[in-house]
């Protein structure tokens, strides 16, 4: 059973394009975060949301918006994709925050 | 602004011996300091975490060392072995403020045979 689930695994695509990063948790946490992690494997903060609630949105450029439908689904669209969008991004979910986060295996975003 | 200074960037230690990675932090509302293990391909994953009413936390191989006058929490972990080969983060967090983890820049740990 994975408790944090990240589809797709692996995304290539062209700049300009619109994609998204689909996340679920199946361990009943009430909070869900995107975490983007750069080629120096710098790990930076994008969002987090409280049981659908958005409570932190980071510096983080509009093109990149997150959705959450319910508690254990929080998803992540990226509009008109630049280059400097490569990179790992993970989704992770806690049950107190900031204590015990589960992260995902990661989207490897790769923009050509 | 980087509020969580780690060091080294890459670590090589030998089969048996003891890797040793350091953190400082600046924000003093800080109140909750884990240490997080990545494997290539891999989320990373809650290793050990330590809140600074106490100076040392151990589990197993694993022990972290807390300065809070000095701002700096260190990770050691003991007979080094291979599987310990990963990525290593630190992480600090105001765990009555906005909750979120702030992370140090890692460090890659090779444990040589």
């Known amino acids: 059973d994975t408790a944090v689930s990240q589809t797709p695994k692996y995304l290539v695509t062209q700049m300009g394009n619109d994609k998204s990063i689909k996340c679920e948790q199946n361990l009943g946490h009430d909070t869900m975060y995107w975490y983007k992690q750069d080629s120096k494997k710098f790990l930076k903060i994008m969002f987090s949301y409280n049981n659908k609630e958005l409570i932190i949105n980071e510096t983080v450029p509009n093109r990149f918006s997150p959705k959450s439908p319910d508690k254990a689904h929080l998803n992540l669209h990226i509009n008109s994709l630049e280059l400097g969008d490569s990179a790992v991004y993970f989704c992770a979910s806690s049950d107190k925050a900031p204590y015990g986060y589960t992260f995902g295996s990661g989207t490897r975003l790769t923009v050509v | 602004q980087q509020q969580v200074k780690q060091s080294p960037q890459s670590l090589i230690v030998q089969k048996g011996g003891i890797s040793i990675i350091n953190c400082a932090y600046e924000n003093t509302a800080f109140d909750y300091f884990p240490w997080y293990q990545q494997f290539p391909g891999k989320g990373p994953a809650l290793l050990i975490a330590i809140r600074p009413d106490v100076s040392e936390k151990k589990e197993g191989r694993f022990t972290i060392s807390f300065n809070k006058s000095a701002k700096q929490f260190s990770l050691h972990i003991m007979d080094s072995q291979p599987g310990d080969s990963a990525t290593y983060f630190c992480?600090?967090?105001?765990?009555?403020?906005?909750?979120?983890?702030?992370f140090g820049t890692g460090t890659r740990l090779t444990i040589i045979p």
């Open positions: 992480a600090a967090s105001n765990s009555f403020g906005n909750e979120k983890l702030t």
